[in-house]
């Protein structure tokens, strides 16, 4: 798909940003990670916006807590992670890109979020969300992954789809358990023909053979918030 014929908003995952530029430039000059950063930053803004400024160009970056793990019950949320080592310019390029490039940092939630909540207030026909996380599938407006070059434009309904997917299969990166023996392809035929999210949320409700809490952790913890301080509630009706 082609690019949106106008661009008005950015909004950049700044954690892939960096951990692109740290892992990149793993056992270099510390200088070469903070040009990587540049090189990325003045790609995107390249490809976009073309002149940068503080109301069209926003980042963001992960900081310190998270509320999903304290909703995660079944497995400890991103537990997985935890003996991974990370790049050594890792905290280096956080800061170069928080001083030259105004990342907001979030606090008790992810970056992600903050970019869900950004994405939300904007005009999803000139919004343009930057990354290679799959997650933000979920999100209405265009999505675009500048390292394949792939622009996406999602529709409430695809949005809603792709979650209601993820509630199904979990996620293996985020340590976040799914239906066992249900992937992509199942989890498309569970979902099948179905056009409305309170059908959506029906079939996951009965895939998990009733039982709403599991159905309900998986959501809180895959859901990026809409608005500040939100947690994920069924559709209304139920």
Request: with cysteine.
């Amino acid at each position: 798909m082609s690019k949106p014929k106008s661009i008005t908003k950015v909004l950049v995952d700044g954690d892939i940003i960096c951990y692109r530029a740290a892992a990149g430039t793993e056992g270099s000059h510390p200088d070469d990670t903070l040009d990587k950063v540049d090189t990325l930053m003045n790609f995107i803004v390249a490809e976009t916006i073309v002149f940068p400024a503080s109301s069209n160009l926003e980042c963001y970056l992960t900081g310190e807590g998270n509320f999903r793990y304290e909703v995660a019950k079944t497995t400890p949320y991103k537990g997985n992670r935890k003996d991974v080592v990370k790049p050594t310019n890792l905290p280096l390029a956080r800061q170069h890109l928080i001083d030259k490039w105004g990342a907001v940092v979030s606090q008790g939630e992810e970056a992600d979020d903050l970019i869900g909540i950004a994405s939300a207030r904007g005009d999803p026909e000139t919004t343009v969300v930057v990354t290679i996380d799959k997650d933000m599938m979920q999100l209405q407006g265009w999505n675009w992954n500048f390292t394949k070059d792939v622009w996406t434009k999602i529709s409430v309904y695809e949005g809603n789809k792709f979650f209601y997917t993820q509630i199904l299969t979990g996620d293996r990166a985020d340590a976040i358990q799914g239906i066992k023996g249900v992937g992509p392809v199942k989890a498309g035929k569970i979902l099948e023909g179905l056009t409305t999210e309170q059908e959506l949320y029906e079939a996951c409700v009965s895939a998990y053979d009733g039982d709403t809490e599991r159905v309900t952790e998986n959501a809180r913890l895959l859901w990026l918030r809409r608005y500040e301080g939100e947690l994920w509630e069924a559709p209304a009706s139920w």
